[in-house]
């Protein structure tokens, strides 16, 4: 045989040589992955959903509400944060009036704002007392700027409260809020 034939031998040989290493130990890693469980109906184990590494909605986000209505004794609007966003943040404003001319913005015109996760709002709307992630008692012309929890693997629902003070008669409000990720 001459040298380049043993060559060529040698390097198939070493070729093959590694196939059948990446089979036997492949084989092997898969075989370390699987349950108890999995071994008697032969599926591997199923992944933990906290492993899940899913893309972050990051740099996004939208108007949640931009609207006028009325508020006789309180009014909600529903949002969702998206699964995966580490930083949610909570923009917005509103105005309340007395008249819905919007001419009559005074004290008369203050209501009370919430902003509730989804335990408080089911308290809340069933007339339990209930702590919130921010309130504000009374008040005709307000910013808010809140940061809430990241939401990890779950989305999370949270509620926009306006409310109608005591003793007072029915509330314009303009609202316009949004949030970011």
């Known amino acids: ?34 349950t108890p469980q999995a071994e008697e109906s032969g599926d591997l184990a199923k992944p933990d959903p906290g492993d899940h590494i899913a893309p972050s909605p990051m740099g996004t986000g939208g108007v949640i509400l931009h609207r006028t209505f009325s508020v006789s004794s309180a009014a909600s609007y529903g949002f969702v944060i998206p699964a995966h966003a580490a930083i949610p943040q909570l923009h917005g404003t509103f105005r309340s009036f007395v008249h819905p001319s919007g001419r009559s913005q005074d004290q008369s015109a203050d209501i009370g704002f919430l902003l509730l996760n989804q335990e408080q709002y089911d308290s809340f709307s069933h007339g339990h007392p209930s702590d919130a992630l921010a309130s504000i008692d009374a008040s005709h012309n307000q910013d808010v700027n809140f940061g809430l929890p990241a939401s990890l693997n779950q989305p999370l629902k949270y509620y926009l409260v306006f409310r109608n003070l005591p003793h007072g008669g029915p509330k314009v409000v303009q609202a316009d809020f949004s949030v970011s990720f």
């Open 1 to 34: 045989m001459d040298s380049s034939m043993r060559m060529w031998l040698k390097w198939l040989l070493s070729g093959g040589l590694l196939i059948a290493a990446f089979l036997h130990y492949g084989n092997r890693l898969t075989q370390l992955h699987r």
